[in-house]
């Protein structure tokens, strides 16, 4: 078997690849892709294509594949993936620190509270002293009130269709007089830019801190900098789920699914 790389795998995982007998190659000739971020053309264009390995939750920028190999274990993510969460929290104390305010007494509203990234910023939130008001995505009621008192708010939603644009206008309105911060590591999608910034422009939201921003236009691009200029806000270039830890993990994890995929061909 053949094996095409899109971006640069760890070293663990070319040593694995290499293990199962598998070689790589840079035509299109290959059995097997391994990618990121990165698209690629139909799955046509490569005539011998059996396996697509991508270690991401997200593989909505993928096309329809029979068997694309990624990150599907909620609890292996649980356990062993804590980069985001992480990341979440250092965007919430340094935004904090520009904001030249404390967290301790706060009150966090985490949107998707029940999920991975919800859960694990629960636990890491433990020490400092706030109150967390946990909300998932269908109870508006509850979403309603939170957001009407929260002076932080985090954003983790799963990138799908029924998410597109779902922290809007209508969400944004529900904040009163309590000007909080808004944190987004989930896709850029969920939150709509320009209601964003209109809420920015109105000081009803305080700041923000982004870390995907891909969706947006360059005119929203530039306004968000300009707030960042004025030390309104952060942006960070897509890294929350970055980390050489869990890259091994995810890499290895994808790698026995895909040995278990091989040995029942």
């Not at 139909?42 to 005539?47: L, M, Q």
């Not at 939750?57 to 990150?71: M, Y």
């Not at 509270?113 to 910023?121: E, I, P």
């Amino acid at each position: 078997m053949k094996i095409k790389f899109l971006n640069k795998p760890t070293k663990e995982f070319e040593k694995g690849i290499e293990l199962l007998g598998i070689t790589t190659t840079t035509t299109l000739d290959c059995d097997i892709i391994y990618t990121h971020m990165n698209s690629f053309c139909i799955p046509e264009a490569f005539p011998n294509l059996k396996f697509v390995v991508c270690p991401q939750t997200d593989i909505s920028h993928l096309p329809e594949f029979d068997k694309i190999i990624f990150l599907d274990d909620k609890d292996f993510l649980a356990k062993n993936v804590w980069s985001t969460a992480e990341h979440t929290l250092s965007l919430l104390l340094q935004l904090s620190k520009i904001m030249n305010q404390e967290i301790r007494g706060k009150q966090i509203c985490i949107l998707g509270s029940r999920g991975r990234v919800g859960t694990q910023l629960r636990f890491l939130l433990n020490g400092f002293d706030c109150e967390i008001l946990g909300i998932d995505k269908h109870n508006l009621h509850k979403m309603k009130y939170y957001f009407s008192i929260a002076d932080i708010i985090t954003i983790h939603i799963n990138n799908t269709e029924d998410n597109s644009n779902f922290i809007n206008g209508e969400k944004l309105g529900f904040i009163k007089n309590n000007k909080p911060l808004i944190i987004n590591t989930s896709r850029s999608n969920v939150l709509n830019a320009d209601d964003l910034l209109k809420s920015l422009k109105k000081e009803k939201v305080k700041g923000f801190a982004l870390d995907v921003t891909e969706s947006y236009t360059k005119k929203q691009k530039k306004e968000f900098n300009i707030l960042v200029s004025e030390n309104r806000g952060l942006i960070t270039n897509h890294i929350s789920g970055k980390s050489n830890e869990s890259r091994v993990l995810t890499d290895m994890y994808c790698l026995e699914k895909l040995r278990k995929e091989i040995m029942e061909l």
